[in-house]
């Protein structure tokens, strides 16, 4: 025998005792707990928040969230909650997760793992009904998460390709090399700041938001939320363009200080309150959602004792807790990472150890347990060495992360002017390495650089993760190091190509060594 709706609530309303004050208090309490007992992975999304302009929309998605879910009660409440042990699998999946993310030092991962696990504590503890009702408020916690950073080297190669395009169109000549342009007027380049990650990530968060509350048919939903990405895209460009076309025309007076960021922020916003102007053409708010008349059978409503709710919670606990617990179990060996030297010799295959340094050049690499750099010299060429070792992934020191690169953005005196992965041989093998152009008033360098992990040489991250974790994971050393050597070149880097590709036949082997050296002390 099935109910239609207006017979369900006579018998919901005829049970006094449909659990939901107990229920929602459990799993308010059971989330506050996972929170504490992942409390570095959270206390870390904060940190980026409080730095971070454009992640310091995380403070209200929690707020938000709870919003949209009480704006549910009405529904909820015909709905009786029911633990569904199976959200223990998907706590677990997660938490597996966050384990493995956490032994590689992928803090985006493990962030994402741990708000994954409310929707999993929300299964288990309120059944799949309950987490079918409020899906999007329990998805929209993802917002909260600093993501997108990986994004801000394409968005800046689009933007520069944007501009220059545009400019040409227009008739302005322009020479460009990397995110560097010049026009007659003056010379611009894209930083990080003009990428429009910023803007992506307001839009997408705004514009999901907004297709919820304003659209009830997912396709419009989908449709308004990819507008919400695409758009920014669009529009970052043709305000890049227009700021340098602003300054151009008024002889380099304009959008050139703080008018540059208000006009960015103005154009944003003016663009945003289009998209939703014209979403709101096709708003389905204002019409009421049917009402399944068929949704819940009488057994459906069988009232959950408390103590099923409270085994739930304790189950959710223990399950999520497993995962720190071995992670704490994994920091606390002793490890040695203070005292380490590299040394290198001060002869290697006729590469003779110099006293002055090839630039003022270094590369930006967070707390290496030992590092060395040596400039060497053969046959009138120079090369320059960096060798960085890190024995143990950490959070304050690891090989593989965003805060390790060859050089800042906006630094006062050198330019990141170009940058891509190259098949060079290594030890006999073809290996891919990174190879960055970078430029002085005085110098141009080309850099080659690659890590090594567990005997083997890679510049792809992902992979450099997995090995770490594997490693970690396994109680087996997670030590690596990162190898580069870069060189001065005049018109062209194929010269200079040469240089390094016969210091890596010469030195290679000894620089190896030396590394091995001290990952032994």
């Known amino acids: 025998m099935k109910l239609t709706a207006p017979q369900l609530r006579t018998t919901a309303s005829a049970q006094p005792n ?34 971070s302009e454009t992640f310091a929309h995380g403070f209200i998605i929690f707020p938000i969230s709870a919003y949209l879910v009480w704006a549910k009660r009405k529904e909820l409440v015909e709905i009786s909650p029911y633990p569904d042990l199976r959200g223990l699998l998907v706590l677990a ?49 993802f917002f909260a998460v600093p993501a997108g950073e990986f994004l801000i080297p394409h968005m800046m190669e689009f933007t520069a390709d944007f501009v220059v395009a545009a400019l040409q169109l227009t ?46 048919s997912t396709k419009r939903r989908l449709i308004f939320s990819a507008l919400a990405l695409i758009v920014p895209v ?8 227009m700021i340098v076309m602003i300054a151009h025309l008024s002889d380099m007076k304009l959008a050139l200080g703080v008018d540059h960021l208000i006009y960015g922020w103005v154009f944003f916003g ?89 630039s003022d050049w270094q590369p930006h690499y967070i707390a290496p347990d030992a590092y060395e750099i040596q400039t060497y010299q053969k046959n009138g060429a120079r090369v320059s060495v960096y060798l960085g070792y890190y024995r143990t992934q950490r959070l304050a020191a690891t090989l593989i992360t965003s805060q390790n690169y060859m050089i800042e953005q906006k630094h006062p005196v050198w330019s990141n002017v170009g940058e891509e992965l190259r098949n060079i041989s290594l030890s006999g093998d073809s290996e891919s390495i990174r190879q960055t152009l970078l430029r002085s008033p005085n110098q141009r360098l080309l850099v080659w650089s690659w890590n090594s992990l567990a005997g083997r040489y890679t510049v792809n991250p992902y ?29 062209t880097p194929e010269s200079a190509a040469k240089t390094l590709k016969v210091f890596i036949q010469d030195a290679l082997p000894t620089i190896q060594q030396s590394l091995d050296q001290v990952s032994q002390q």
Not at 234 to 241: E, S
């Open 270 to 358: 003016i663009v945003m309150t289009l998209l939703f102007w014209i979403g709101a053409f096709w708003r389905e708010d204002h019409e009421e959602p049917p009402i399944d008349s068929v949704k819940l059978t009488i057994d459906n409503i069988n009232i959950p004792t408390n103590r099923a709710f409270l085994l739930a919670s304790v189950m959710t606990i223990i399950v999520a807790a497993i995962w720190p617990v071995y992670t704490s179990y994994l920091d606390s060996r002793p490890v040695k990472t203070t005292g380490l030297l590299i040394s290198l010799p001060n002869v290697i295959n006729g590469w003779v150890k110099q006293n002055e340094p090839l």
């Open 18 to 51: 449909l659990p939901w004050k107990l229920a929602a208090m459990l799993g308010a309490a059971t989330i506050a707990i996972i929170l504490v007992l992942y409390q570095q992975t959270a206390l870390s999304m904060v940190a980026i928040w409080e730095r």
């Open 234 to 241: 669009i529009a970052n460009g043709l305000r890049a363009y």
């Open 93 to 141: 999946i997660f938490g597996l997760g966050w384990l493995l993310a956490e032994a590689g030092k992928v803090s985006v991962v493990s962030q994402y793992c741990l708000i994954a696990m409310i929707p999993a504590a929300v299964l288990t503890l309120l059944g799949a009904k309950v987490a079918r009702n409020i899906a999007f408020p329990l998805g929209f916690l």
């Open 171 to 216: 008739g302005i000549p322009v020479f460009r090399e990397g995110t560097f342009f010049t026009i007659p007027s003056g010379q611009w380049s894209v930083v990080e700041g003009c990428s429009g990650l910023r803007y992506l990530i307001a839009s997408f968060t705004l514009g999901t938001l907004y297709a919820y509350l304003t659209y009830r």
């Open 463 to 491: 992979l450099a993760k997995l090995l770490l974790a594997k490693a970690r994971l396994f109680g087996q050393r997670d030590d690596g190091a990162v190898i580069i050597i870069d060189t001065t070149y005049e018109e």
